[in-house]
Nanobody
Framework: QVRLVESGGGSVQAGDSLRVSCAASGDTFSNYAMGWFRQAPGKEREFVAAIGWSGTNTRYADSVKGRFSISRDDAKNTVYLQMNSLKPEDTAVYYC???????????????????WGQGTQVTVSS
């Protein structure tokens, strides 16, 4: 059983930066790939970024490439999403999740992720 708790969301202006965190507990965090997803009102949950267990492999949605950066600190059992040059269309609830089946090269598919956090709201105003 893995418990994930996101934090760091908030309300910012377009062009600002924000870092959200996801703290894991309950199992060996360092064995898993981790991903960030987001869901805006009335839309389906979508992939944002993911990082493999070693930190070597990362993947990003085209919409955030060059602006967002995912990282992990296994000593703290935490994965981060640094978001720069935020846009109003980045407004959503951001979720972290574990991908225990593709630990080396993480998936971008929602259904391949098993444990999920409760989400943290990010609101970007123009």
């Amino acid at each position: 059983q893995v418990r994930l708790v996101e934090s760091g969301g908030g309300s910012v202006q377009a062009g600002d930066s924000l870092r959200v965190s996801c703290a894991a507990s309950g199992d060996t965090f360092s064995n898993y790939a981790m991903g960030w997803f987001r869901q805006a009102p009335g839309k389906e949950r979508e992939f944002v970024a993911a990082i493999g267990w070693s930190g070597t492999n990362t993947r990003y949605a085209d919409s955030v490439k060059g602006r967002f950066s995912i990282s992990r600190d296994d000593a703290k059992n935490t994965v981060y999403l640094q978001m720069n040059s935020l846009k109003p269309e980045d407004t959503a609830v951001y979720y972290c999740a574990t991908d225990r089946h593709n630990s080396w090269y993480p998936s971008t598919l929602t259904y391949e992720y098993d444990y999920w956090g409760q989400g943290t709201q990010v609101t970007v105003s123009s």
